[in-house]
T-cell receptor, first 114, second 110 residues
Framework: EPEVTQTPSHQVTQMGQEVILRCVPI?????FYWYRQILGQKVEFLVSFYNNEISEKSEIFDDQFSVERPDGSNFTLKIRSTKLEDSAMYFC????????????FGPGTRLTVT | RKEVEQDPGPFNVPEGATVAFNCTYS??????FFWYRQDCRKEPKLLMSVYSSGNEDGRFTAQLNRASQYISLLIRDSKLSDSATYLCVVRNTGGFKTIFGAGTRLFVKA
């Protein structure tokens, strides 16, 4: 069964450093998403990406964040200058089409900012 | 008002019990509705989509009331393996922004 993959599974970085989280969505999917979940809190929408551009983003997704689909298979989330409060689990998701199509989630990257 | 609100839980039930979870959403233009389950420190996994006519998948039944902006999930004959956090998920018109409820924790005990 096709699945979304994410690397690394755990990333530790120092405050102020840049990090890139990587995702490989399911191959025939068209819509891509990033979410974060701070420990003990709910899953929060960050951004959606469709047709090679951001389709919607939340208030969390400020200028420190960017997304890219560089080569038609990878989907990346970059945080330019990490803060302590960026420590969270980051989930990538993808879905096939419009309407009620469900999203499939990757296993997540745990980001720890020290 | 929160965009998606769920029963706070936790629900502690014995094996074999029937348990119901409720969820309300604030955006009347919301388009798609789902229940996901999340095990501790794992990714959300789709349990079922929710349709206006109601739908069933084995022991699980989901209902949607658009007029009341209310979604429910019924689990019959609870199993130990049903222990998880159940997430109510709403996707807005346009199909992009997806809002998760805070989740309801379920513990099923032998």
């Amino acid at each position: 069964e096709p699945e979304v993959t994410q690397t690394p599974s755990h990333q530790v970085t120092q405050m102020g450093q840049e990090v890139i989280l990587r995702c490989v969505p399911i191959s025939n999917h068209l819509y891509f998403y990033w979410y974060r979940q701070i420990l003990g809190q709910k899953v929060e929408f960050l951004v959606s990406f469709y047709n090679n551009e951001i389709s919607e983003k939340s208030e969390i997704f400020d200028d420190q964040f960017s997304v890219e689909r560089p080569d038609g298979s990878n989907f990346t989330l970059k945080i330019r200058s990490t803060k302590l409060e960026d420590s969270a689990m980051y989930f990538c998701a993808s879905r096939a089409g419009t309407g009620g199509a469900e999203q499939y989630f990757g296993p997540g990257t745990r980001l720890t900012v020290t | 008002r929160k965009e998606v609100e769920q029963d706070p839980g936790p629900f502690n039930v014995p094996e074999g019990a029937t348990v119901a979870f409720n969820c309300t959403y604030s955006n009347s233009a919301s388009q798609s509705f789902f229940w996901y389950r999340q095990d501790c420190r794992k990714e959300p996994k789709l349990l079922m989509s929710v349709y206006s006519s109601g739908n069933e998948d084995g022991r699980f039944t989901a209902q949607l009331n658009r007029a009341s902006q209310y979604i429910s999930l019924l689990i019959r004959d609870s199993k130990l393996s049903d222990s998880a956090t159940y997430l109510c998920v709403v996707r807005n018109t346009g199909g992009f922004k997806t809002i998760f409820g805070a989740g309801t924790r379920l513990f099923v005990k032998a």
